[in-house]
């Protein structure tokens, strides 16, 4: 793991010194346990902070979004494969000039939670060893993707009768408090006025009670829908502990079930509910 | 215990389009007792109600030597004020208040008092005109200097007339150079300019300003060049406010609450504020 | 003078017997990996291995509470007051950071203007605090804000874990005080304020570590413009976890909801983070960076607050350090204030 921090730093000192990056997002060691947080360098000596370890669990991509990156012209950014493939969404959506990010990617052999255990992410990952970047730290690493990882989540839903599923999602999303922590950590939602921020007129109710928590809720499962990487970075920021992968990655079945889809693999290819195909299977509406 | 976010009921009993976008009430209560004892301070807002839209925060624009009814002007900008805009006469909402601090009307006995407005600005100076008005004897000279981007722009035209024709007001009205008509018989060029030219007397002086930051900006050097001291040049400042007692976290600029230690202020005092407004 | 001491092992029945004098039950319990408390849980499951994610807060100022009722009948509005749903509460074994949040907020719920809804719900909540032997978790700094792990501001009952089997109680106030019978009836034995003075010199220990922030609020009056809120506050996503989890964050939102016939309005919790907090209809922001929103958390809890009601918005709970998502740690920012301000920079 150190070399990889060493490659990072010299990355990016290197970046940062010549110019090619305005500044470069990266991690730095936090102040709470193990854990890593997300830091900006501006110079070559801010590089000397970055570093890469098994708690770097942030998708960094989440700050392209956000000033002062969003504003930059160039940018480096240190990412894990499943990182980069929240970049590759925004580069299918164009929201994202490709020109703009350096991406210094990192091998990776999994990421550790504050609680110790792996993310699911990390057992089904087969990015370990990231394909589209600029620069890359660390040496090869192979991927072993559990193929029943994220199927396996799903066996709790899918052995619920339909009652006993409204009923589980009732009481889960009963805990939301409307903190939009889920959504400042997508890197995908990318909204500039997010539909629950309009009230002209109102479309989703801002209020944290039953009704206005599923209408949220399912409404923003639904605009990810085709574009979640299953990056996690919701889950893991939520206060109330609600397993909003669960719905999620119910969602991405379903769009892999109907559209033969995965999304965050390819640049060149739309998400399928961004676009049509005159092969599309139509036999739902009959 | 009383709730405090609940809001009277008042009933519009006059409804005027001042301009494209901005209209303006007067609300009477439907309580008789309301009506016959509220009372109020100029520069007090309050937070009116359209049930089912939600709440919006203006100035009371009408003055407290007026019984039995307050005057609110507003623009139709967002989703409670278009809503509001689009009630009729005879329509009831809700109104809390009063809030806030006030001017304080009779430290300015026996002075020469400039009021100076931009735009939509005119109905919290308004309050304070009219509340001087109604005691005229009690005051030197006054000024009134108001202007807008354009003549479409000027609210409570109708009230200007009446200013006009009094003889105991100098009434400068203007427009932003561009914004005359052909009919147009007021000065044409900016606030601050203007103001300048009229030159009320800052000897024994007090200002009271209301405008878009841009005016204020540029105004303040011009009263000051007058010889106005900022401890008598008296504003009153727009923030986010939502609940008006000092308790939703919104309106606060560095350590003042402006729905409790304002929105009236000094210069002064707006100078000492840190940049968060 | 002594106190009397427990059982552990009697704690879920002394929460049965608060609960079976007509009140509801809120107690910490364990949800995976996590504490949080719970209305309604059952006391068997009571937990006390480390400090819940959620703090007391809701059950004082829910996040979503009606304020007011309304009906259309014609041009007419008929509105109806609601009654705050301040039903007796117990509230057994709260941290002492939760419970001293309680007379932290209290000035601001009642300043000129009372609020029903807090004050009610106040009067009929009976808090039992746990006291920390030591800190519970790494992120804990209450010493740093005058207070400790087994302070006893805002709370009725004081509940201090001795040793591993006992637990000695002592009323604090006149609430507590009556229910010395309830308690009585699990009496094992008695301890001397020694005891209970050794207990507290341990917590004090634990979080020797953390410096007093005393001189923060002189800092920030003089450093509004300081390039520190850039520079600390980047990693800040405006996620509103922090605002949220915080025991004495009480900021929150108006809302109307109607259907047809009438509605009714509601006030929930919202924060100073969201870049909507401050956006006049104008478009202009007053804070339209979220290192200007950070600076404004900062001074709220630790300049303005202490300005207006004597005192800091924080009572060192943690739980901002603790579930920041990117590790933006307040205590952090607020030490580098103090240590700044010790430094005469």
């Known amino acids: 793991m150190s070399d990889r921090t060493d490659k990072i730093r010299e990355v990016a000192r290197k970046w940062l010194a010549d110019g090619t990056v305005e500044a470069v997002v990266g991690w730095e060691q936090g102040t709470y346990g193990e854990k890593c947080s997300p830091a900006l360098a501006r110079t070559p000596e801010d590089a000397d902070r970055l570093l890469f370890n098994e708690r770097c669990t942030n998708n960094l991509m989440t700050y392209l979004k956000r000033d002062p990156v969003r504003s930059m012209a160039k940018v480096g950014i240190v990412a894990k494969g499943c990182d980069i493939k929240s970049l590759i969404g925004l580069l299918q959506e164009s929201q994202v000039e490709q020109e703009k990010v350096m991406v210094l990617a990192v091998t990776c052999e999994g990421v550790k939670k504050d609680d110790g255990t792996v993310p699911v992410k990390c057992q089904a990952c087969d990015v370990n060893t990231p394909t589209f970047f600029d620069e890359i730290a660390g040496d090869k690493v192979a991927s072993n993707p559990d193929p029943e990882a994220r199927a396996k989540e799903l066996e709790k839903l899918d052995a619920m009768t339909q009652q006993e599923r409204n009923r589980f999602w009732r009481e889960e999303l009963d805990k939301c408090i409307r903190c939009y922590a889920c959504r400042q950590a997508c890197p995908l939602c990318i909204c500039d006025r997010c539909i629950a921020e309009k009230n002209q007129p109102q479309w989703v109710e801002t209020s944290p009670h039953p009704r206005g928590n599923f209408s949220w809720n399912l409404i923003r499962a639904y605009h990810l829908a085709g574009r979640c990487v299953e990056c996690e970075a919701c889950e893991t920021a939520c206060p109330v502990n609600i397993p909003l992968m669960l719905l999620n990655r119910s969602m991405a079945r379903t769009v892999k079930d109907a559209f033969d889809y995965e999304a965050g693999r390819d640049p060149e290819v739309q998400p399928p509910l961004r676009t049509f195909n005159l092969d599309d299977d139509n036999s739902f509406i009959l | 215990m009383e709730n405090i976010y609940k809001p009277y009921l008042v009933r519009i009993e006059e409804k005027r389009t001042e301009t494209y976008d901005t209209t303006s009430f007067k609300l009477a209560f439907l309580d008789d007792d309301m009506r016959e004892n509220f009372a109020y301070h100029a520069g007090n807002f309050g937070e009116y109600s359209v049930f089912g839209e939600g709440e919006s925060t203006f100035c009371i624009a009408s003055s407290p030597t007026k019984k039995g009814y307050i005057e609110c002007c507003f623009r139709a900008a967002g989703r409670l004020t278009k809503s509001l805009a689009a009630k009729e006469v005879g329509d009831v909402i809700g109104f809390r208040g009063p809030y806030g601090n006030r001017f304080p009307i009779e430290d300015y006995y026996g002075k020469n008092i400039v009021f100076v407005a931009g735009g939509i600005a005119l109905p919290p100076v308004r309050s304070v005109i009219w509340n001087v008005l109604d005691l005229r004897d009690k005051f030197e000279e006054v000024t009134i200097v108001y202007g807008a981007r354009s003549e479409a722009d000027l609210v409570y035209k109708h009230e200007l007339k009446e200013w006009e024709e009094r003889g105991d007001v100098n009434l400068v009205q203007t427009v932003d150079p561009g914004g005359e008509g052909p009919d147009w018989k007021g000065q044409v060029g900016f606030v601050p300019n203007v103001l300048g030219e009229a030159a009320p007397n800052a000897e024994n002086g007090i200002a009271v300003l209301c405008g878009p930051p841009v005016m204020i900006r540029f105004t303040l050097p011009v009263l000051r060049e007058l010889g106005f001291r900022d401890e008598d040049v008296w504003t009153t400042l727009e923030n986010r406010m939502k609940c008006g007692l000092g308790k939703c976290g919104r309106c606060n600029v560095g350590e003042i609450y402006v729905c409790k230690e304002g929105p009236v202020f000094t210069a002064a005092q707006v100078a000492q504020m840190p940049n968060d407004f | ?345």
């Open chain 3, 1 to 345: 003078m002594p106190h009397m001491t427990l059982d552990r092992t009697d704690l879920p029945s002394l929460a049965q017997a608060l609960a079976g004098q007509g009140r509801r039950l809120v107690l910490p319990v364990r949800e995976g990996q996590e504490l949080f408390y719970r209305e309604g849980a059952d006391p068997a499951q009571l937990d006390l291995s480390t400090i819940p994610k959620n703090s007391i807060k809701e059950f004082l100022f829910p996040k979503c509470e009606k304020i007011l009722e309304y009906e259309y009948s014609g041009n007419d509005v008929v509105i109806e007051d609601v009654a705050p749903d301040a039903k007796p509460t117990v509230i057994f074994c709260a941290r002492p950071c939760d419970a001293a949040s309680l007379p932290v907020v209290e000035p601001l719920w009642n300043w000129d203007y009372k609020d029903k809804f807090f004050n009610e719900r106040r009067e009929q909540t009976l808090l039992v605090t746990y006291a920390c032997r030591t800190a519970p978790d790494e992120a804990c700094f209450c010493a740093s804000v005058g207070l400790s792990p087994s302070a006893d501001q805002g709370s009725d009952v004081m509940l201090y874990a001795v040793d591993d089997a006992t637990v000695a109680v002592r009323p604090v106030s006149p609430k507590g005080k009556e229910l010395e019978e309830v308690f009585s009836k699990f009496k094992k034995g008695e301890v001397s304020d020694e005891a209970l003075e050794a207990f507290a010199k341990e917590g004090d220990e634990s979080l020797a570590h953390r410096k007093p922030l005393d001189k923060v609020k002189g800092w920030l009056e003089a450093h509004f413009e300081d390039p520190l809120w850039e520079e600390k506050a980047f990693r800040c996503i405006g996620c509103g976890t922090c605002t949220f989890l915080c025991p004495t964050c009480h900021c929150f939102d108006i809302q109307d909801e109607s259907v047809f016939d009438g509605g009714c309005r509601l006030k929930n919790w919202d924060g100073c983070q969201f870049p909507l907090f401050t956006l006049h209809t104008s478009g202009h922001n007053p804070r339209d960076t979220q290192p200007k929103r950070y600076r404004q958390r900062i001074y709220h809890k630790y300049a303005i607050y202490p300005e207006k009601f004597g005192k800091i918005l924080c009572t060192g709970c943690g739980r901002c350090v603790a579930h920041c998502p990117v590790n933006l740690s307040l205590y952090d920012v607020v030490a580098t204030a103090q240590e700044r301000a010790e430094k005469g920079e």
